[in-house]
């Protein structure tokens, strides 16, 4: 097989930046429960930069370990369960609705993408898998769907509560198959691109006649009848306080670039709260009581934690920048700080970076680039 070069760093196979070894941890469906969350806080402080950072699949990162340390933060990493297989480390790219099953939706997504990833890690074959596909369910509300990750269940709704339609790259099938056989029918979707990929990372990277010919084998499938309306998007951010479908609380947070210091992660777990990050850096504390929820936001806000939906934190981000990239053309992140500090205005959601690679930038973001070239910052 033709496989291409993929440098997507994992926790075995980091990458090497300029501020030090670039390790990514895969949390399927974004969820890490506290112990996790303060054994990784615990790693970054001892091995890193002493820093977590969220990323637009809703995994995390930790930057600047010593090249000699690397086995050593693998090693923690195993100990604490959130790295297994060195050869399946980079393929495990899950994403589920954040808030489904909490307020609207179902929890048998999360079930589902259980069973996803424990398949993952058994199929000898999906190692061939770049680290830059994805899969996702969604649990009709489209947040996951927007993202077009490679291969999505969008679950029917509650007339047709174990159905879902298969999405492939943003291109729907028109089919309904069984929740329970989706993750199955999943790996066969990925399995079926590594047979037709000529150098291809990612579905939406085929040439027209090999995605036609995926979706062909999608068309046996089920039984007609594309995913209904799920619920209402959240308006806005997952930011601020909302109430749970079973009278418990959730409370919405972000950081500043989706970063966390270690104090603020050991923090957070402290809580004993089930944690999920999103695909746009925010970080859920789930299943609380009124009160421990009024609690969280007076110790936590204090912090750095920001729980205001308006706050211009939940529109805007930015690369890593220099110096912790060698081919940033500026200090991303202090130019971004500067200008929110100074009451800048934004144009909706922006993504400032430091060169055109544009690396972590959403969507929906309007892309900024810092120092020389086609598109300038504010100030620069």
Known sequence: MNRPADRCPGVFATHAAADGHLARLRLPGGRIDPARLEALALAAETYG?????????????????????????????????????????????????????????????????????????????????????????????????????????????????????????????????SLTDAPALMLDVARDFLARRTGAWRIGDLSDDEAADLHRGLAGLGRPGGAATGPDPVPGPRVGWFDQSDGRILLGAVTPFGRLSARQAQFAAAIGAPLIVTPDRELLITDLTEGVAETVVKVLAPMGFVFDAHSPWTRVGACTGSPGCAKSRADVRRLLADHVAGGGEFDGHEHWVGCERSCGAGPDAVVRVAGPGPVGLPGT
């Open 49 to 177: 930069d002493g820093h977590l950072e969220f990323t637009g699949r809703a995994n995390v990162q930790v930057r600047g370990i010593p090249a000699e340390s690397v086995p050593d933060f693998a090693d923690a990493m195993i100990a604490a369960g959130l790295a297994g297989s060195r050869t399946h480390d980079r393929v495990r790219n899950i994403v589920v609705s954040p808030l489904t099953g909490r307020l609207g939706g179902t929890p048998a997504l999360w079930d589902a993408a259980d069973r996803l990833h424990a398949a993952l890690g058994e199929a000898a074959w999906s190692v061939d898998l770049s680290g830059r596909f994805w899969f996702g369910f969604d649990d009709g509300r489209g947040d996951v769907l927007a993202r077009t990750p490679d291969v999505v269940a969008v679950w029917a709704g509650e007339h047709a509560s174990d159905a879902v339609e298969l999405v492939l790259a943003g291109r729907r099938s028109g089919r309904l198959v």
